[in-house]
């Protein structure tokens, strides 16, 4: 498979590129040329689907043997044998209508990104030993992305990672599972400024070319296709174990893990709808309603890995929507870079209201959603779980057919939200035993671009 750029300016390359590679140099992402069709999932375990998913996306097949070979090791950690499992939560009723739990906090960080990036991590570490090249992966993070990425990379002798995450914007147990990595080749900052701000100056460093050619820059961002692909294998096995095509709820912030679903529907998955569920920071909600997409402030809210604004996957769902017209998908964010904002137009916003819903939730909301769900199941749901239930809750009339609810992150994690909805916290996993305990070690840089890159600079040196 060849990969292009949503901007059409860039050549198109190859999956290794695409695995290595931040944005195309047309400041686009990539997509694949065209959707493969191939994929098998009836029946298959979810290894089975990664592999799948593999195979119709790398064309070399010295790689492509070494990738398949990756993935027992790349789930072998995680606490259960499905990796994704789907759990009902209405035991009384038909499949065809009841609401399901899918579990996709399994991994070694407790949140759904280690589905993606343990893989990534070995597949990475493979490509750039076959290119006999190493890399500096930096991660900006709204908290899970970061320790996901750690636990990814730490200790990969060809890989140096740079973690920055807002100051004081991640929650104690996240920062903490990022900076008590002991590893020398992990690198953490934390950045006086939001998630946004973060962001923006990890863009800048890639735009800086002679930075990235002598540092080996590599994201690792979900703008990363690979990523997203892999994503898309948890709503195949959840589609294979249903009777009916369902509707995905997805608590969103970098429109990934949702655009994720739409790559399962172009490669055959069922879907009935996926509903995006933001917090507060209710961006693409708004655009999706009214066909303008500008971001505001970022506000902090109980769900931080969704305290975001500035969506960069949704790029990708503007290229599919407008039937990969990459023209003006490039004046739309010219004109987002130069003004701040994408006016959708009808056909473009019709297209995506096929496939996507949306609605936001308060923290307010999410914390009822919290106690509501304890009440009615006896299960604990993290905040950021909460808002998709939330979010369906007030979208419930619009929704028809079984409820798929992506659990992204352990409950264990944000003992703070539980406390607030009154539901005692669960026990503390093996997976955060310790953490609380170790010492930290992280960098406090001002938001500025010059210092981070000269922290990066005489950290990895060149
Ligand atoms: C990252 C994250 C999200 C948001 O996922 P996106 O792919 O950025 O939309 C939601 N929940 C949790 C727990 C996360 O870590």
Not at 307 to 336: C, H, K, P, Y
Not at 358 to 367: K, M, V
Not at 388 to 410: I, M, N, R, S
Not at 430 to 447: G, H, K, S, W, Y
Request: charged fraction near 20%; hydrophobic fraction near 40%; include cysteine.
């Amino acid at each position: 498979m060849k990969f292009i750029s949503t901007r059409g300016r860039s050549a198109p390359v190859d999956f290794i590129d695409v695995l290595l590679g931040g944005p195309a140099p047309d400041g686009g992402l990539y997509m694949p040329r065209s959707w493969p069709t191939e994929i098998d999932y009836d029946g298959s375990p979810f290894a089975d689907d990664v592999s799948s998913l593999l195979r119709a996306f790398i064309d070399d097949s010295d790689f492509r043997k070494a990738a398949l070979g990756e993935i027992p090791d790349a789930y072998a950690g995680f606490d259960d044998p499905a990796i994704a499992p789907l759990r009902a939560l209405d035991e009384d009723k038909d499949d065809s209508e009841g609401r399901f739990l899918l579990e996709l906090f399994h991994g070694p960080t407790l949140a759904f990104k280690d589905i993606a990036l343990q893989l990534l991590g070995r597949l990475t570490s493979r490509a750039l030993e076959q290119r006999k090249s190493r890399a500096t992966i930096v991660v900006a993070t709204s908290g899970d992305t970061g320790s996901a990425a750690i636990a990814a990379f730490r200790s990969r002798p060809n890989v140096d990672i740079v973690v920055i995450h807002p100051k004081d914007r991640v929650s104690d147990v996240q920062r903490r599972q990022m900076t008590t990595a002991s590893d020398q080749n992990v690198h953490n900052v934390a950045l006086d400024g939001t998630f946004d701000d973060t962001q923006r100056i990890v863009k800048s460093l890639f735009a800086d070319s002679e930075f990235a050619k002598r540092t080996h820059l590599m994201a690792m961002n979900s703008i990363n296709f690979v990523r997203v692909a892999l994503q898309s294998a948890y709503y195949f096995t959840s589609d294979d174990n249903l009777t009916a095509p369902a509707n995905f709820v997805v608590p969103t912030g970098n429109f990934g893990d949702v655009f994720a679903g739409e790559v399962a529907i172009r490669m055959g998955c069922s879907v009935r709808q996926l509903v995006v569920a933001t917090n507060a920071n209710a961006i693409l909600a708004r655009a999706l309603a009214t066909g303008v997409y500008e971001p505001g402030p970022v506000h902090q809210t109980l769900s931080p890995s969704m305290d975001i604004q500035v969506a960069s996957n949704f790029e990708r769902a503007l290229f599919t929507a407008s039937g990969r017209d990459t023209d003006w998908v490039r004046s739309a964010m010219d004109q987002f870079a130069r003004d701040g904002r994408v006016y959708i137009p009808p056909h473009v916003l019709h297209a995506l209201r096929r496939t996507y819903i949306a609605g936001s939730a308060s923290d307010d909301e999410t914390i009822a959603a919290i106690a509501r769900i304890h009440d009615e199941t006896g299960i604990t749901i993290d905040p950021h779980t909460a808002t998709g239930f939330a979010v369906a809750e007030k979208l419930k009339g619009q929704l028809e057919g079984p409820l798929v609810f992506l659990a992204t992150a352990h409950p264990a994690k944000f003992p703070e939200a539980l406390a607030q909805a009154g539901v005692p916290p669960p026990e503390v996993p093996p997976q955060l035993a310790n953490i609380m305990d170790a010492p930290e070690r992280f960098t406090v840089l001002p938001n500025d671009v010059a210092q981070v890159r000269q922290f990066i600079l005489d950290r990895v040196g060149s």
